[in-house]
């Protein structure tokens, strides 16, 4: 990999690369990608949770939360007000974290890429696109999953590194043009703006 001025901080990992830690309320298991806390309270948290049976979502009151489907064919979310579907790679939902949440039992082992940010205190935006080049935003950490296929990453006109399914960028302080490019069809990337 070369050095490019654009790209401050990089990190460049696979998902299989790190540790596993139990739920808040003991029922999974998560791998925390990247965290920002301020003076003991948390900011944003960016995990994938594993789901292998049916049980309650954890609760966390003051957060929004944002999960998308990275593995897995078909998952349902039932809470008190509603039923969020999960439907294959790239479906998402959106929905508070004090929302008393429980999950149907997977048809096969499932993940979710789960977002989690203090409300009026950060922002995430996420895009998934599937077998198009994707324009990384400029913000002070950007998050990347290469979910399907793999993509090369280019910053000011130089091909950086290639990213192959599994595999995470955690871009901090992006100030200048970088993009994404898949390399094969079949791809599918998301990317995750943090703020």
Excluded at 145 to 161: D, M, Q, S
Aim: proline share 6%; with cysteine.
């Amino acid at each position: 990999m070369s050095f490019d001025p654009a790209l401050p901080l990089l990190r460049h990992f696979s998902i299989d690369s790190l540790p596993r830690e139990a739920w808040k309320n003991g029922r999974g298991w998560t791998r925390t990608l990247a965290s920002h806390y301020q003076q003991g309270e948390l900011c944003w948290r960016v995990s994938l949770a594993d789901i292998t049976a049916a049980g309650p979502f954890s609760r966390f009151d003051g957060v929004d939360r944002t999960a998308v489907m990275v593995c897995g064919t078909e998952l349902n979310l039932v809470g008190e007000t509603g039923t969020w579907h999960f439907n294959g790679p790239g479906s998402f939902a959106r929905f508070p974290g004090e929302a008393a949440l429980h999950c149907d039992a997977p048809r096969e082992p499932t993940q979710l890429w789960n977002v989690m940010v203090r409300r009026g205190r950060s922002q995430a935006d996420l895009l998934i696109a599937a077998d198009e080049a994707v324009d990384l935003p400029c913000a002070p950490h950007v998050l990347v999953l290469a979910i399907g296929g793999r993509f090369k990453l280019t910053t000011t006109g130089t091909e950086t590194l290639s990213l192959a399914a599994g595999d995470v960028l955690h871009l901090q302080g992006l100030t200048a043009w970088a993009q994404l490019a898949p390399c094969e069809a079949s791809s599918l990337v998301l990317v995750t703006a943090l703020r």
